[in-house]
């Protein structure tokens, strides 16, 4: 290998970028913020898409859920214990669900009421805006979702109840004083908002069904494993129709699609100002220096040269807008994670994963080498009297 050729391509690079620092100085903060917005709002978004689609998994549809074909499951217990010794699993919860109309002395309004049984209830109370949840095993108590407790944005007239306070439940199998122990939900888009709870054993009393359950509902460790988890399942023999969340909510599928395509685009727009940044500096700086590129010609110096030592600026420039880029998007993930922004979805943080990081840096370095090729192919092909003519 010809170091000696290596350590001028080497020197003249670094005189380049030496000999006017602001202007360097200001490609490399322009790299940066092109890093960030290449890193920053991808993950961003993908933290929103994640707040509001666990807000839906959570509360509703769970990662998996075993519905029955037709009517109510049986022998739920059993497929209970067998999902629950399966690894992976955080939390199975079965389901009695129905509608019934619930009212006050003055007033009455149609639910969706849900009878659970769950070991860990803390989805729940984590959001509750009055009182507490409702407990498995409790008797005649109930907790609302806050929109049917209150005026919704859509005009909807809610119950003008609140806790402490006791409400009737009916149904076609008959009716049960209840009283309110909480009300639960979040302002926006979330299955708790709407629903009315109970214990499992009130529903099977109201139902008059012994042992069976509507839907089983699985939380898993993480997201990403429904799929597998639902195979896992479906090779058991278990009864009923298994499904995933996208499979359950096509609200929630479908938002997180659209977050996707929202995602490539803003980084598709990244990507194009990086490259834009990086060639426009590296062709000023080839224009600038083109009686001086005309002497390095005459005195010796080949095409080839001439081509690594604009090449080697654009891939300087993009390795410090990399390194910079990277340490303000781990530094501004690290404080969100610890400070979450607080929206009615709950708390919001940066979704930032080793991939990404990898996947952009990747891209940014390719952009600045991309972009500087042209001017630095421009540069070499440039005959000897004609560049030291040009001032």
């Known amino acids: 290998m010809n170091w000696k050729r290596y350590r001028v391509v080497w020197l003249l690079a670094k005189?380049?970028?030496?000999?006017?620092?602001?202007?360097?100085?200001?490609?490399?903060?322009?790299?940066?913020?092109?890093?960030?917005?290449?890193?920053?709002?991808?993950?961003?978004?993908?933290?929103?898409?994640?707040?509001?689609?666990?807000?839906?998994?959570?509360?509703?549809?769970?990662?998996?859920?075993?519905?029955?074909?037709?009517?109510?499951?049986?022998?739920?217990?059993?497929?209970?214990?067998?999902?629950?010794?399966?690894?992976?699993?955080?939390s199975v919860e079965k389901q009695l669900r129905f509608n019934a109309d619930v009212s006050t002395a003055s007033d009455s309004i149609s639910a969706t009421v849900i009878g659970l049984e769950a070991r860990d209830l803390s989805v729940y109370r984590s959001r509750m805006q009055e009182g507490r949840f409702v407990d498995s095993g409790s008797d005649g108590e109930v907790t609302l979702g806050i929109f049917l407790v209150e005026d919704t944005t859509v005009g909807d007239r809610g119950l003008a109840t609140g806790v402490g306070r006791q409400v009737e439940m009916s149904t076609a199998n008959g009716s049960k004083e209840l009283k309110v122990v909480g009300t639960v939900g979040r302002q926006g888009p979330a299955g708790a908002n709407s629903n009315a709870y109970m214990s499992y054993e009130d529903a099977e009393e109201?139902?008059?069904?012994?042992?069976?359950?509507?839907?089983?509902?699985?939380?898993?460790?993480?997201?990403?494993?429904?799929?597998?988890?639902?195979?896992?399942?479906?090779?058991?023999?278990?009864?009923?129709?298994?499904?995933?969340?996208?499979?359950?909510?096509?609200?929630?599928?479908?938002?997180?699609?659209?977050?996707?395509?929202?995602?490539?685009v803003v980084s598709i727009v990244g990507l194009i100002v990086a490259v834009a940044t990086v060639g426009v500096v590296v062709f000023i700086n080839v224009s600038k220096r083109r009686r001086e590129i005309g002497i390095l010609r005459s005195i010796g110096t080949s095409r080839r040269t001439v081509l690594e030592v604009f090449l080697l600026e654009a891939v300087i420039f993009g390795l410090a807008g990399v390194v910079i880029g990277n340490i303000i998007m781990i530094s501004t993930h690290a404080y969100l994670t610890a400070n979450p922004i607080q929206t009615p979805l709950g708390p919001l943080s940066t979704d930032l994963t080793q991939s990404l990081l990898v996947t952009r840096t990747s891209w940014l370095l390719l952009a600045s080498l991309g972009a500087g090729a042209l001017p630095a192919w421009l540069a070499s092909r440039q005959e000897i009297v004609e560049a030291i003519e040009n001032r």
């Open 206 to 264: 109201l139902l008059d069904a012994d042992g069976e359950a509507s839907a089983i509902k699985i939380l898993l460790d993480s997201r990403d494993d429904a799929d597998e988890f639902k195979t896992r399942l479906q090779q058991l023999n278990l009864p009923g129709n298994i499904r995933t969340w996208e499979q359950v909510s096509e609200v929630g599928g479908s938002i997180n699609a659209t977050f996707g395509i929202v995602t490539g």
């Open 15 to 90: 005189r380049d970028l030496l000999a006017d620092r602001k202007v360097t100085l200001v490609v490399v903060a322009a790299l940066s913020f092109a890093f960030l917005n290449l890193a920053f709002f991808p993950s961003f978004i993908q933290g929103f898409s994640g707040s509001f689609v666990d807000n839906i998994v959570q509360t509703s549809t769970g990662h998996v859920q075993i519905t029955a074909e037709d009517g109510r499951l049986d022998d739920v217990d059993s497929i209970e214990r067998t999902v629950r010794s399966l690894p992976g699993v955080m």
